[in-house]
């Protein structure tokens, strides 16, 4: 897969329809790529990488990159396509700006959970026949592949591109996850345990704002958490309020617009499971108002713009599930 | 549960100008009684609201909030209160999904001509706030009286 | 040296928590550690290190400085400050136990800082020497000897006991108040477990990482170098490295309004945050790259032009590990070095 | 009124009988009007005010062809086949009582009976 | 530093018997920023407000807080007292401690707590309260009338009489609309043409009206007062201004089959034409689907017969851009087409009529010059069913939900007209309910029943078939005597539903209107707002907001009319200054705020702005049109960055408030 997206970025840098290419570029591990816009093919050829690691969602950063001069080619995995095109959608990426080429999504890997095994001093990993074989300073260890692929991969919404002027490999479809699984859990236990469970959660939160930073629905020009106009500015969470205020407020600006492309849970140095925050949104959603995928189209009205007359009261949050 | 005879809460209630405040007043002119415990803020229509708002009030010591706005089809703005109903709704999930007590919290429409609805409603969500004592899951620690 | 055999550390543990609040790095259900306060039953991590740095004992996010209270129309100032308690700090590696020395010269350094000041003086750190390193490990491109941690006290293991070796004063205390629990023990399996870690540092990825090209003489050359624009690009501004960052100690102060009283604190300050350095007039680094570069100017040219040529990296490999898009101060100093 | 027959109707018909505005489009509309000692809406009517013993007693249970017509037209969409159906179902399950045993059908065959009918009949007695 | 002072009002014994006033202005006096605190017998008197004057010149406020009664009371009170002595009046908050305290509380304790901390909300929020100025926006004045129906020109009319210019747009080639073709009017009987078009010569002579007929609006730009619109008026290949409607064109056009659009299709003019006799403006248009010129360039007959040489077969749509004041919508109705429902074989049987077809039947200048004839045979039909509810009150798709409202009265008027005209003709009707509030219309129904005989039978049709000997077999229930009847008869008149027409709905997306769900234009409110959309400046008239007889049609047109004057009188419009407004450099340009806005006010415009690192950057940024901006701040939360925020109702406000209150 790689050489064939190396092969084509070459091609369109060549014939001039790109100037400019976003993917990722390999680190100093076998697992830290890093997004980048290359400009030559020789960059290319020295450092572009796609492999089981390379989770990272690359539309954010075309908000910048598409008002630039030229036009950028920018390689999207299914799930990117949803952030793109939302993006496009509320006019912060300029489409005609973009070439955008659809690639194939994961599985992928992530290297959290292989540490988590107790795995460290990591130096090669391989992908035998979906056994991991990682290569340690301590000797080798084999893994199964499913044991150490991504929270945003394991509950895959879609394998379709909703967006792209090329493909390489196959487009995939919309699949029937199991994504909101761990919400109804949540949904099922009494109050008292919701509460300490995300008291749990949420109390690690160190407010770094990497999930804030990451998130493709967060392109405000100035949060409303470091505006200090805006009353609710705050830098560190200094009670436990704070860490409920900011994450519950940030989750509400991204209802409608999020596309459930497991970045924030991805980033999160304490692993807090804010998808789930996310989640609950969508699936509330769906149920409420009718299925809605953000990012599926550039054109449907989100949910919060939206409404109907017969919308149902919102006592349904009293009625429903266990207090 | 147990209910706290001595304990006063603090309810903040966002009206709307057009329908609740004037069914607020209505309750007044009537001399319908409903507890001192509700503080009511004007704002121009119930979409106005923020969940910051919302939020905000339960930091700085709030036990109940109560929005109310004039009843769905009925608005001075025509759409307002449907998408307060819309976000309102799924604020009002989220603080039961994160635990907290989902009667402190309540939307409720109200007309105009609705006093005694206002103040049965008032007195019917005071007293279920009641039962839940103070809050103490969405309360921040520095803001609490000494 | 004295020692403990591995069996009986709990019993250890339970004795000092019995006298003052010990914190131990312990295993969460993710797979990682955070440092908790010591209830009998814990077990120690087996991790390398923590998330969060151990700094957070000294230097918390957030801490209440003052508060201010009014009355009618006048304000009266409340001293929040309080005597700290005496506590042990169990299990710090050899990077962390460097960062408190760089953290010292900040905070001890005149104007002292009395709220750091006061938990430093109060804390026992008890370090534990390295056996399995990790490959986002360079703590020895810092002259940092994983096998042979500061602190107060160094702790080794040969998998069967623990050594203390007291490194100061306090140190040699707060053996003396455990010493009934103790028995010498003999160190020489331990200086085989000393060696072959230090083979191991030398079979690193990192381990040639040099820092040769970085130091206070180099400002110029490296505050204008092209290769900024390039490695800040994917920099998504967050603040993740600095706040896992043990050496970070950059601090913003706010007024909080209660409603009833005004309270001050300090919190975390992330150069990389956009708002960092915004004054009256605005900010002098707008740009993503500007803020970028401040973070490892600071620590690879500014800090050693302060300091005595000290770094102000430990090469703890945290922010190897949790960059969002894996861009860190490795990849900042080779990227630099090449001509 | 009995209001456990009423509510069984309301669930196996499906339908709302409250929607009626009583145009009687269904009996205008209805081919076996003449036959019906009550008609389609009356059947409707009927089972709105509870009154549904009448049409249990009643040979109309069986006079419905099941044609749909009066679905198709109702402006309301209430459905009265469906509730005819509904009722002549209640009847049906009341063993031993006037329902139409399906071994007797064969014998009432006639000529004149339209073949629709008859598709009909045999759908609903040899259940 | 702020300087504000606080008035308490007793109200007599209202407020003061349950709230210890003297302890709330004392309490208050203690807030911050607070330089005087008082209290007074009544704060509305003229003494209380000089009180306040007084205060605000001799303290130099900078707000003013009145704890009283409801601000839906006296806010305005208070805030002219404030303007008169220079204090901005936004600077003025209430504290409602009377309809929300006093009134409501027994316990003077827990009263008198609960109006400080009222005043203490107030007194917070009016520390960031900002002098607010009420913007103006000037009313160019013209006024624009979409649809030359009856709606149309009686709006029209009533704007020109008042002075104003207005321009009518009316789709087809003539005005008159849907009263052109009725045949007489209910319940009087009068003849629709003779009261119709003397007001058509009106308009089109009126100097201050301009009739763009054969046109129709294809952009809207704009806001209450001055709305930018750009008018299509579609090539009717004869120059308006030479055609002197003299019809010799029409008479030598070879095309003549087809069909006539005026007479409901029941018979055919030529390619070129005039609708009707009395058409406005009387000028000919030639209808491209059938001219044979126009088709493949032979023929010309008309260019060569026509004197005054009007004759352009080279004619295109001209597109013309005016800017209007108001807008009143009057785009009106169609009967919508019955062929959906089979069972009244309307689409097969020639006999079978729709109720404005028969209109066209008995009109004189209709298809038979008067003469109530069958369209199959031109035969006398003897016997007459109609069929009411046709398509109206239906819950299926194929109809509509709701009551036409005219059918009852109209159907009662044919059978009326019939019965008297032909009396050996016998009529059925088949009615669900006979609906007839309006003044003398119950009368007038009842008339047919006892005067004219007409057989009202409450039931409806199930089943009409057309049979060989060219009857038709009306199969219907009788509900009353319980009978299943077959009527033997000539024709049917279908009663059918009215829906608003086709063109409302891409029109309500131009100017930003809501519609419900069955495409009629929704009022601004129900009750007292009926001739005004919820968008400022454009109004409605007649059936487009709903089904309407011809006088409930004027009295709205001339309603709406009166609206429309009344904003036209003015030279400006004051608007309301506690509206939304948009911080650039915040805004992201995410369209959120404004799918939200109910009222069309906030748009985007693209603008450079000198970016933090000192380059120059293109963004997109919403901007709130103040004139059009209600205030309502559904966009404040709709925005994730809070660049949305509300005059006089700021987020910052607002918390202010909250926290007060929750101190």
């Known amino acids: ?323 | 549960m147990q209910v706290n005879e001595n304990f006063e809460p603090v309810i903040v209630a966002f009206c709307c100008n057009w329908c609740s405040y004037a069914g607020a007043d209505l309750s007044g002119t009537n001399r319908l009684n409903y507890p001192a415990n509700v503080k009511i803020i004007r704002v121009p229509c119930s979409c106005r609201v923020n969940p910051i708002f919302i939020l905000r009030a339960f930091q700085r010591g709030a036990d109940g909030v109560i929005i109310c706005g004039c009843h769905p089809g009925d608005c001075h703005y025509t759409s307002g209160n449907y998408f307060t109903r819309r976000r309102i709704t799924l604020l009002y999930s989220m603080l039961d999904f994160l635990g907290i007590e989902r009667n402190r919290t309540r939307l409720e429409w109200v007309s105009a001509a609705e006093g005694a609805k206002f103040a049965d409603t008032m007195n019917k969500f005071v007293e279920d706030v009641k039962k839940l004592g103070k809050n103490r899951r969405l309360e921040d620690l520095r803001c609490r009286k000494q | 040296m004295l020692k403990i055999s591995a069996d009986k550390l709990n019993s250890l543990f339970d004795a000092v928590s019995a006298k003052q609040s010990l914190y131990i790095p312990v295993d969460r259900e993710s797979g990682s550690a955070e440092y908790r306060k010591y209830k009998s039953g814990m077990e120690m991590s087996k991790c390398l290190n923590t998330v969060r740095s151990a700094k957070d004992f000294f230097f918390p996010q957030t801490e209440n400085l003052a508060d201010f209270k009014m009355n009618g129309k006048n304000i009266e100032v409340i001293d929040v400050r309080e005597e700290c308690e005496d506590f042990v700090i169990f299990g710090v590696r050899a990077c962390d136990a460097r960062s408190f020395t760089i953290l010292d010269k900040v905070f001890l350094a005149e104007p002292v800082d009395s709220y750091y000041k006061n938990r430093r003086e109060h804390g026992t750190v008890v370090t534990m020497a390295c056996t399995r390193p990790a490959e986002t490990c360079f703590c020895t491109a810092f002259d940092i000897d994983p096998t042979s941690p500061e602190g107060d006290v160094a702790v080794f293991s040969d998998g069967e006991s623990y050594f203390f070796k007291p490194n100061n004063d306090k140190g040699q205390a707060f053996i003396d108040s455990i010493a009934d629990m103790l028995e010498d023990g003999d160190t020489a399996e331990l200086a085989q477990v000393q060696s072959n870690t230090r083979k191991i540092m030398q079979m690193l990825p990192l381990a040639n990482l040099s820092t040769d090209s970085f130091g206070g003489e180099k400002l110029m050359e490296h505050f204008n170098s092209e290769k900024w624009a390039n490695l800040s690009e994917s920099c998504i501004g967050c603040g993740t490295c600095t706040f896992v960052c043990p050496t970070c100690q950059c601090y913003d102060i706010r007024d909080f309004d209660t409603g009833n009283g005004i309270k001050r604190f300090r919190c975390w300050d992330s150069c990389m945050y956009s708002d960092f350095t915004k004054m009256a007039h605005g900010n002098p680094r707008n740009t993503q790259l500007e803020r970028f570069r401040q973070r490892f100017m600071h620590k690879l040219v500014y800090f050693p032009a302060n300091n005595n040529g000290e770094f102000g990296c430990v090469g703890c490999g945290r922010c190897l590990a949790k960059c969002p898009v894996s861009m860190n101060i490795v990849k900042v100093m080779k990227a630099l070095e090449e001509k | 009124m009995n209001k456990n027959q009423k509510d069984w109707i309301d669930i196996t018909s499906g339908v709302n009988v409250r929607k009626c505005m009583r145009c009687g489009k269904c009996s205008a509309t209805c081919p076996s009007y003449d036959e019906m000692e009550y008609h389609p809406h009356q059947f409707v009517y009927m089972v709105e005010k509870g009154d549904i013993e009448p049409l249990l007693n009643s040979e109309s249970l069986y006079k419905c062809l099941t044609c749909f017509a009066c679905v198709e037209r109702c402006p309301r969409g209430v459905e009265p086949a469906k509730v005819i159906e509904a009722v002549r179902l209640t009847a049906v399950r009341q063993q031993g009582n006037n329902h139409l045993i399906p071994d007797r059908i064969p014998e009432m065959l006639d000529d004149d009976l339209p073949q629709q009918a008859i598709v009909t009949a045999f759908r609903k007695y040899t259940k | 530093m702020q300087r504000i002072g606080v008035f308490v009002c007793h109200c007599g014994t209202n407020i003061a018997a349950t709230v210890d006033v003297k302890a709330v202005a004392e309490a208050l006096s203690h807030e911050p920023g607070v330089v005087i605190s008082q209290d007074y017998q009544y704060m509305c008197s003229e003494s209380g407000q000089d009180l306040v004057k007084n205060a605000i010149k001799e303290n130099n406020l900078t707000g003013v807080v009145i704890c009283s009664c409801s601000p839906r009371m006296h806010e305005n009170t208070f805030r002219k007292a404030a303007a008169s002595v220079g204090l901005n009046p936004y600077l003025v908050e209430i504290a409602n401690i009377r309809e929300q305290c006093s009134w409501i509380h027994k316990d003077i304790a827990s009263a008198t707590e609960k109006a400080i901390i009222l005043g203490k909300a107030a007194v917070a929020k009016v520390h960031l309260n900002t002098p607010l100025t009420a913007g103006e926006s000037p009313v160019v004045k013209r006024a624009l009338v979409i649809g030359g129906g009856i709606a149309g020109i009686q709006t029209a009319l009533d704007i020109a009489e008042a002075g104003f210019d207005v321009d009518i747009v009316e789709k087809e080639p003539t005005i008159g609309g849907k009263m052109a073709q009725i045949d007489k009017t209910f319940p009087t009987l009068d003849c629709a043409a003779c009261i119709l078009t003397p007001k058509m010569v009106e308009a089109a002579q009126n100097e201050h009206i301009t009739i763009h007929s054969f046109s129709e609006v294809t952009d809207v730009k704009g806001f209450v007062g001055n709305f930018t619109v750009t008018v299509k008026k579609k090539a009717r290949f004869v120059d308006e201004t030479k055609c002197t409607g003299c019809g010799l064109c029409t008479e030598k056009c070879p095309m003549k089959k087809v069909p006539n659009e005026f007479n409901m299709g029941l018979d055919n003019r030529t390619a070129v034409y005039i609708p009707f006799a009395q058409a406005v403006p009387k000028v000919a248009t030639i209808d491209p689907n059938y001219c044979l010129m126009l088709k493949n360039g032979k023929c010309g007959v008309c260019s060569k017969v026509c004197s005054a040489g009007a004759i352009d077969y080279k004619q295109t749509d001209k597109f013309i851009e005016q800017k209007y004041g108001a807008i009143v919508v009057a785009t009106g109705f169609n009967p919508i087409k019955p062929d959906k429902y089979d069972e009244f074989a309307y689409s097969y049987c020639p006999d079978v009529v729709t109720s404005l077809e028969l209109e066209r039947l008995m009109n004189a200048a209709g298809p038979n010059g008067g003469t109530l004839l069958r369209p199959s045979d031109k035969t006398h039909p003897h016997t007459i069913v109609f069929v009411q509810c046709v398509g109206s009150r239906c819950d299926d798709e194929k109809g509509k939900p709701y009551c036409s409202k005219i059918c009852c009265m109209y159907t009662a008027k044919h059978a009326m007209l019939i019965r008297e005209k032909y009396p050996d003709t016998e009529v059925y009707v088949f009615y669900i309910d006979v609906r007839t509030p309006g003044k003398n219309f119950d009368e007038f129904y009842r008339r047919a029943v006892e005067q004219y005989n007409v057989h009202y039978i409450k039931g409806m049709v199930g089943k009409v078939s057309p049979k060989a000997d060219g009857k038709i077999d009306v199969q219907a229930s009788d509900l009353l005597s319980n009978e299943q009847l077959h009527i033997n008869a000539d024709m049917v008149v279908l009663a059918t539903a009215i829906e608003p027409d086709k063109t409302a709905r891409p029109l309500a997306t131009m100017l930003t209107t809501q519609m419900d769900t069955n495409d009629f234009f929704t009022e601004a409110h129900p009750k007292l707002r009926p001739v005004e959309s919820a968008t400022a400046g454009i109004f409605l008239s007649g059936a487009c907001q709903g089904p309407k007889d011809i006088p409930e049609t004027v009295a709205q047109a001339s309603a709406a009319a009166a609206k429309a004057i009344g904003l036209l009188c003015k030279n400006s419009i004051t608007c309301n200054p506690c509206v939304a407004h948009s911080d650039e450099l915040m805004c992201n340009g995410c369209s959120s705020c404004e799918k939200v806005c109910p009222y069309g006010a906030i748009t985007y415009q693209d603008k450079e702005f000198r970016m933090p690192d000192r380059t120059t950057a293109i963004r997109r940024v919403a901007s709130v049109n103040p004139a059009v901006c209600q205030g309502c701040g559904a966009c404040t939360v709709a925005c994730p960055s809070g660049a949305m925020d509300l005059n006089g109702f700021s987020n910052s406000q607002i918390m202010a408030e909250v926290d007060a209150i929750c101190k």
């Open chain 1, 1 to 323: 897969m790689q050489e064939a997206m190396i092969k084509r970025a070459k091609e369109l840098l060549a014939d001039g329809t790109v100037n400019r290419v976003i993917g990722w570029k390999r680190g100093e591990f076998v697992y830290d790529s890093t997004p980048a816009v290359f400009g030559t093919a020789d960059e290319i050829d020295a450092e572009f990488v796609f492999d089981d690691f390379t989770q990272a969602n690359v539309s954010k950063y075309l908000v910048k990159e598409s008002k630039k001069d030229g036009k950028i080619l920018a390689f999207l995995k299914p799930c990117d396509t949803y952030s793109f095109n939302q993006l496009v959608k509320e006019h912060r990426i300029i489409r005609e700006n973009v070439y955008v080429i659809g690639i194939p999504g994961g599985p992928k890997l992530d290297i959290e959970k292989i540490k988590a095994k107790g795995i460290t001093g990591i130096l090669n990993v391989k992908n035998v026949n979906y056994t991991l074989e990682i290569e340690t300073l301590y000797g080798t260890e084999k893994l199964p592949f499913y044991e150490a692929i991504s929270g945003k991969c394991a509950d895959c919404k879609s394998k379709k591109h909703v967006v792209y002027d090329e493909l390489i490999g196959e487009d995939g479809d919309v699949l029937d996850s199991n994504r909101f699984d761990m919400v109804e859990k949540l949904e099922n236990m009494t109050a008292q345990e919701r509460y300490d469970f995300w008291r749990g959660e949420l109390s690690k939160c160190i407010r770094c704002n990497a999930c804030r930073n990451v998130c493709p629905a967060c392109t405000c020009e100035n949060c409303v958490f470091d505006n200090p106009k805006s009353g609710i500015e705050n830098k560190a969470a200094a009670d436990s309020f704070e860490e409920n205020m900011f994450h519950i407020i940030r989750a509400f600006h991204v209802a409608g617009r999020c596309t459930d492309c497991g970045e924030c849970s991805r980033v999160c140095p304490q692993h807090i499971p804010l998808h789930l925050l996310n989640r609950k949104f969508i699936k509330d959603i769906n149920s409420l108002y009718g299925e809605y995928q953000a990012g599926a189209d550039t054109t449907s009205k989100s949910p919060l713009t939206d409404y109907r007359a017969d919308d149902c009261e919102p006592s349904i949050v009293h009625e429903r599930g266990v207090e």
